[in-house]
């Protein structure tokens, strides 16, 4: 599956400004990013104050929103969401969950916690592996515009 929507996770420091990129992660809803191995793992380990990038260039987006909490999965502790301090506007992936419909086809029961978990784990192994932290900043999402008035 082709991402439209790339996520970045990045640290904050004390003052509150945008800090070091730390890894990548997948919007699945408006609400939560799913964190991209192996940050996953840190921040399952070590919560921190942390803000994402979100881009769409194909929707003409690009956000900046602060990360509310860190989630982990009780018994999945590789599932690692961020709960966004503000719904994105950028096309989410979604959770590929099964709904089960009664005979008639008319009400459907919510699917079980472990089938909740298996659909995320599904877009968790969608996940590119991690192609390294770029060493120039003007790969950087943030810092590319930043350089724009001589940052970076």
């Known amino acids: 599956m082709t991402r439209r929507t790339s996520v970045a996770v990045y640290a904050v420091g004390d003052a509150g400004a945008t800090g070091e990129l730390l890894g990548a992660a997948t919007l699945i809803e408006p609400e939560f990013v799913l964190v991209d191995p192996p940050l996953n793992q840190a921040l399952a380990d070590q919560s921190r104050q942390l ?26 502790p590789d599932l690692v969401l ?20 009664d005979r008639l086809g008319i009400e459907f029961q919510p699917p079980s916690i472990p089938e909740i978990v298996a659909a995320v784990r599904v877009v968790l192994a969608e996940a590119p592996p991690p192609p390294g932290l770029p060493e120039n900043p003007v790969e950087d999402p943030l810092r590319f515009v930043f350089r724009l008035f001589g940052g970076g």
């Open 82 to 101: 961020l709960q966004l301090a503000a719904a994105s506007t950028a096309p989410a992936r979604g959770v590929p969950v099964e709904l089960h419909f």
């Open 51 to 76: 803000r994402v990038g979100v881009f769409a260039a194909a929707d003409g987006i690009a956000e900046v929103i602060d990360v509310a909490q860190v989630r982990v999965v009780p018994d999945a």
